[in-house]
């Protein structure tokens, strides 16, 4: 028998479980159905695709439904470590936020839509995120990564992290379809969708 008693400890899907225990009845019915749905009635839509790879401090455009529209940035890439070479490091901001503001003044986490992530270059060939400027000045390092298996704090680098990180994400790489997931749960609790 696996013992999987270890993911009860897990301090991502515990604060998710608090978030979702706190919404109204209708949203929990919207997120649970969010659950059960194929890929390709929440994935993320085709902005233009272009053989780059993103460099520290671009900024880029991500559209989860049509008319609604963030926008992130590149923290770091060329990340080489367990899970894949070549990874890019991600912040994907609420609507409003002045992205250059917020990394002079240091990112908060109320000015993130969703955690920080590691993904693969395949966002941008794909099209999903579209690059449509640049910030020079990209020198927030308050984020890491929480193990869900090892139960601990990692850079993107796969290096002990010994206290909780400001800007919490998941050691791992986000899926083709991570990222519109975690969009869409964020747009169905906000009532955009």
């Known amino acids: 028998m696996i013992d999987l008693s270890y993911l009860k400890y897990n301090i991502i899907s515990n604060r998710w479980r608090e978030r979702y225990d706190k919404c109204p009845k209708e949203v929990k019915e919207k997120l649970d159905q969010l659950g059960n749905m194929f890929i390709n009635e929440y994935q993320l839509k085709v902005i233009k695709r272009k053989r780059i790879y993103p460099e520290i401090g671009d900024v880029f455009m991500v559209c989860p439904r049509d008319n609604i529209e963030y926008y992130g940035v590149v923290v770091n890439n060329h990340v080489n470590n367990n899970n894949g070479n070549d990874l890019i490091v991600i912040f994907i901001f609420k609507s409003g936020v002045d992205i250059a503001q917020a990394i002079k003044n240091g990112v908060k986490k109320e000015d993130l839509l969703i955690e920080p992530e590691i993904v693969g270059k395949e966002y941008w060939t794909r099209g999903y995120f579209y690059n449509v400027g640049h910030t020079s000045e990209m020198r927030e390092k308050r984020y890491g990564f929480y193990s869900i298996g090892k139960q601990k704090f990692?850079?993107?680098?796969?290096?002990?992290?010994?206290?909780?990180?400001?800007?919490?994400?998941?050691?791992?790489?986000?899926?083709?379809?991570?990222?519109?997931?975690?969009?869409?749960?964020?747009?169905?609790?906000?009532?955009?969708?």
């Open 154 to 193: 990692f850079d993107e680098y796969g290096n002990d992290i010994h206290e909780e990180p400001y800007l919490l994400g998941t050691y791992g790489v986000s899926t083709i379809s991570g990222i519109a997931y975690g969009i869409n749960k964020e747009l169905i609790i906000s009532g955009l969708i």
